[in-house]
């Protein structure tokens, strides 16, 4: 039987932009984009920035290391089954706590 | 089929064990991301509600050892996924080589955290009372603390097992267990080691990069 194997190259490529992208995560979280963006959504813009960069970081590992790309199509159903279930848990607890007060958290040490 | 023959007699091809395996391990993995997903849920829920004592936290951890780290577990990848392009091949030696690689760079990100961990620790940062933190709101930077822990402790853990399970891979892989058609659980382990991966890369930006740039 033949066996369907990526070239070295493939791998040396996709590890060196994932360094590329480590790199650039920690240069951009030193820049506040809140001083060059419009009022009202700055304060979101460097969590946004890098977890777009985490993001496309954990998809070059799934697609290449983790061999998705190139898989039969089952393997994807169950990532986006996953995701799907990831999206339920937090906007669904995220709406429960953006509609009532949050009671404050009060440690033993503090009384 | 020869009577050493490694597959299994309840499939039909190789193919077809090959591809049960790795759906195997991805349901496994599906379970996993849920089980993170809940601290990754009550790390935004915490940080949206306290977002002053979490920025003045995070400057606490070492920017430097956490790129380090991300370097060293992203090689370790690199050297688990050549692992399996080897034992993909038929090279033995190479399997084993890339094998012992991941397991030192592996080690090399435990023993890092290690000392991070301790210097939190002299650093009066763990958790419970004798928390001293300089910054505003000590009593919320608690919780990025317990989160922080909780988070890198839970992945360690894993790298922990993953470790150990990469130890008795090498062993198999050694004897010459493994072949072109049959090398699933090389192809399981490091399934495994990549969604470790995974975890990191969402957890360096979370922990360590958040709050850098109200420094500047």
């Known amino acids: 039987m033949s066996v369907h194997v990526a070239p070295l190259k493939t791998y040396i490529y996709v590890f060196l932009a994932l360094m590329f992208f480590t790199v650039l995560t920690v240069g951009v979280a030193f820049v506040n984009f809140a001083h060059h963006a419009p009022k009202g959504i700055g304060n979101v813009l460097n969590d946004a920035v890098a977890m777009s960069i985490a993001l496309t970081k954990a998809v070059l590992v799934v697609a290449f290391f983790m061999h998705v790309k190139g898989s039969t199509k089952i393997t994807p159903v169950v990532i986006w089954g996953t995701l799907i279930f990831m999206v339920i848990l937090f906007v669904f607890t995220g709406a429960d706590y953006l509609t009532r007060p949050m009671t404050t958290f009060v440690p033993v040490m503090s009384q | ?216």
């Open chain 2, 1 to 216: 089929m020869s009577e050493n023959s490694t597959l299994a007699h309840h499939f039909d091809s190789y193919a077809q064990q090959k591809e049960s395996a790795s759906l195997g391990m991805w349901v496994f993995i599906s379970q996993e991301i849920m089980f993170f997903g809940g601290l990754f849920l009550a790390y935004t829920i915490y940080r949206w509600r306290f977002p002053e004592a979490f920025a003045y936290s995070s400057n606490e951890l070492d920017i430097g050892l956490g790129l380090f780290n991300t370097i060293v577990l992203i090689g370790s990848s690199l050297t688990m996924a050549l692992a399996v392009r080897n034992a993909a091949l038929g090279e033995k030696n190479g399997t084993v080589r890339n094998l012992i690689l991941t397991m030192l760079l592996g080690s090399v990100f435990l023993v890092v955290k290690g000392f991070e961990y301790a210097h939190k620790w002299q650093h009066h940062l763990i958790p419970g009372p004798n928390f001293q933190f300089s910054g505003p709101d000590p009593v919320h930077a608690q919780l990025f603390f317990v989160l922080y822990f909780s988070m890198t402790g839970l992945h360690a853990l894993h790298m922990i097992v993953g470790l150990g399970i990469l130890a008795w891979l090498t062993a198999q892989a050694a004897k010459g267990r493994f072949t072109p058609e049959n090398h699933n659980y090389v192809e399981g382990v490091g399934l495994y080691w990549h969604f470790v991966d995974i975890i990191w890369i969402f957890l360096f930006p979370l922990l360590y990069l958040f709050g850098r740039h109200h420094l500047t």
